[in-house]
């Protein structure tokens, strides 16, 4: 699989992984018995960070108990392997914030503090960034709303020495492609065997500079890189994105990913595959 022009450089490697429920465990074994799996990206999501709305005129960021130990261990182990790699947290489904916009005379209010509670999250956790994870939007979600949202969030990510923030949408819905484009450093796109979807992204505006293109690891099927790569190549993106690295082409059998993705990714990025393989 043949990489991009050297003089433009290598993609940046993109990847989350989730620490949600048990299909954890599976990417915690490999890395037991000795695997890498983080040394092969440059980037690491830890999804989900939950939205508590119980109280809209209070709602924050944060990632619940259960779990909290998860992203501690992950996130330690990914610096380990790889030191200087970004790790963010990535926000759960846009749908969540509902409440803080139901009544449209408090939204502002309400996205406000919940802005606010993010940078201690990350800080408390060592994180770079936060990704918002936009799909499942609300109907009741307004440009005006998101962009108030993305302003206030990024402002306090400034104030506190925070320097990433991202977007991952499935839609492009209640978003002004001017305010993306300036507040967020990457539009990680779901494209996920749906390729046109960057296309889609180009023609409403996204700039190319900042767009990646999402790659479905968890499917059955590994997926193949080349309609990816291609768009890459096509509009010369700076990355690839996966969801998700500790389900990626799982072997039932011994209940461990195999990676096949993941070593597609740096392979296509690099030149050369993980050494020693991931799997088996």
């Known amino acids: 699989m ?11 490697i993109f990847q989350s992984t989730y620490i949600g429920d048990d299909r ?3 990417m915690w074994n490999t890395i037991q018995a000795g695997k890498q799996p983080f040394k092969y ?3 690491l999501e830890i999804a989900f960070a939950d939205i508590n709305a119980t109280d809209p005129d209070n709602a924050f960021l944060y990632y619940p108990d259960g779990v909290s130990d998860r992203v501690t261990k992950t996130i330690a182990e990914a610096k380990k392997e790889k030191p200087n790699i970004r790790i963010v947290a990535q926000m759960n489904y846009t749908s969540y914030l509902a409440p803080l916009i139901a009544d ?3 939204s502002q209010a309400r996205l406000d503090v919940f802005a606010k509670s993010i940078p201690p999250l990350l800080k408390h956790y060592g994180l770079a960034g936060i990704d918002f994870d936009w799909e499942s939007v609300p109907h009741k979600m307004t440009d005006a709303d998101s962009s108030y949202l993305f302003s206030k969030t990024r402002g306090y990510l400034k104030d506190n020495d925070i320097p ?3 977007i ?7 978003l002004d492609i001017d305010v993306v484009n300036d507040l967020f450093d990457a539009v990680i796109a779901q ?9 889609d992204f180009i023609t409403a505006g996204i700039e190319s500079s900042k767009l990646y293109c999402g790659i479905d690891s968890e499917a059955e099927t590994p997926p193949d890189l080349t309609p990816y790569t291609d768009k890459v190549k096509q509009y010369n993106l700076p990355g690839l994105y996966a969801w998700r690295i ?10 461990v990913p195999r990676y096949t993705t993941t070593t597609a990714m740096w392979t296509y990025s690099r030149g050369t595959p993980p050494a020693p393989p991931l799997y088996p």
Do not use: E
């Open 164 to 166: 990433f923030m991202s």
């Open 191 to 199: 494209s996920y065997d749906r390729v046109y979807y960057i296309d």
């Open 246 to 255: 500790d389900n990626d082409d799982t072997d039932t059998k011994r209940n």
């Open 168 to 174: 991952t949408p499935d839609t492009l819905q209640a």
């Open 104 to 106: 449209s005379t408090k």
């Open 24 to 26: 954890w465990q599976p």
């Open 41 to 43: 990206i440059d980037h």
């Open 2 to 12: 043949a990489k991009r022009d050297a003089a433009v450089g290598p993609v940046a």
